[in-house]
């Protein structure tokens, strides 16, 4: 019923940039929390950033200065600026929606960067 769309992702080369966008379509009323987490294989996926209905922020300390989550309430959007792009930031990376007491999952799109 609540459906997200992830684009943006792809191979890029250390110190590059890219931008991930994630639409939420469907039943959907309030949007509270909205983030970006990503996950390599074998390991557990990870929070990335996030950003709440508020506007406020919190980011993983490995990124820090280098991304940059925001969202455009009136299309259901959340975007991550990646700068400064690094081999360790290679991970499929998830979008995550928060409705109510519901979450949801994107179907997640692949960043590589190569040194």
């Known amino acids: 019923q609540v459906q997200l769309v992830e684009s943006g992702g792809g191979l890029v080369q250390a110190g590059g940039s890219l931008r991930l966008s994630c639409a939420a379509s469907?039943?959907?009323?309030?949007?509270?929390?909205m983030g970006w987490y990503r996950q390599a294989p074998g390991k557990q996926r990870e929070l990335v950033a996030q950003?709440?209905?508020?506007?406020?922020?919190n980011y993983a300390d490995s990124v820090k200065g280098r991304f940059t989550i925001s969202r455009d309430k009136g299309k259901n959007t959340v975007y991550l600026q990646m700068n400064s792009l690094k081999p360790e930031d290679t991970d499929v990376y998830y979008c995550?929606?928060?409705?109510?007491?519901?979450?949801?999952w994107g179907q997640g799109t692949q960043v590589t960067v190569s040194s």
């Open positions: 995550n929606v928060l409705l109510g007491n519901d979450n949801y």
């Open positions: 469907g039943r959907i009323f309030v949007i509270s929390d």
């Open positions: 950003i709440s209905r508020g506007g406020s922020t």
